[in-house]
């Protein structure tokens, strides 16, 4: 089955600073990656997805990069904010019709230093 | 609109006793997930189900059993409930096909005592 591994696992950066979370998967057929955000104690919530057909995605301060032949994908969110702080999961999906399963990573806190 | 709706939120189990966590959809959506959440391990699949009356296991099925009789619902069961039961519980709704996004409820928090 799909392996998604997740680095860093914490994260710390100052407010106005950039951060990076990246991830790696196993499976070559996997076609959709999101992420999401999870607050203390709230649900997690997708800010962002890329598709296999793309190789990056813009929203606002938030950006996701896709390199399929290395396999990984990652985050960047610039001008960090207060608000920002959070757990972080990047998933993975496989491309069977009727087995929409996602993987997820093992998730990044991120905390910004006001 | 509701979303994804989650019942309970907070419950407190002996060992070896049962129950249920309810899953409510309104939003006609075909796929329905069990998720449990632990610290320091994300989020990992029990059960799904890709439409009425169908279910199959995910990464971390032993211990529990769904049901689906109707699309706006899933059923999470613990028949005898374990401490290593205690976690997390968190629902989740897409719809068919390519790019479905996955909709998360509240969860619910479980104690196993």
């Known amino acids: 089955g799909e392996n998604v591994e997740q680095h860093p696992s914490t994260l710390s950066v100052q407010e106005g600073d950039s951060a990076v979370i990246k991830c790696t998967y196993s499976?070559?057929?996997?076609?959709?990656f999101p992420w999401y955000k999870q607050e203390l104690g709230k649900r997690p919530q997708l800010i962002i997805d890329i598709r296999s057909n793309v190789g990056e995605k813009k929203d606002q301060r938030i950006a996701v990069t896709l390199n399929k032949t290395a396999k990984h994908f990652s985050l960047h969110i610039t001008e960090t904010q207060p608000e920002d702080s959070a757990v972080y999961f990047c998933a993975a999906r496989g491309a069977n019709f009727g087995n929409e399963k996602l993987t997820f990573g093992t998730g990044t806190r991120l905390t910004i230093i006001p | 609109n509701a979303g994804v709706t989650q019942t309970p939120k907070f419950r407190v189990l002996k060992t070896g006793q049962s129950m249920t966590l309810l899953c409510a959809q309104d939003?006609?959506?075909?796929?329905m997930y069990w998720y449990r959440q632990d610290p320091g391990m994300g989020l990992r699949l029990i059960h799904y189900s890709v439409g009425e009356g169908t279910t199959a296991k995910g990464e971390v099925p032993d211990g529990y059993n769904v049901s689906r009789l109707k699309k706006q619902n899933f059923l999470l069961g613990l028949e005898s409930a374990a401490p290593s039961q205690t976690s997390v519980y968190f629902c989740a709704s897409s719809y068919i096909g390519y790019g479905g996004t996955q909709h998360f409820g509240d969860g619910t928090r479980l104690s196993i005592l």
């Open positions: 499976d070559s057929a996997s076609n959709y």
């Open positions: 939003m006609n959506h075909e796929y």
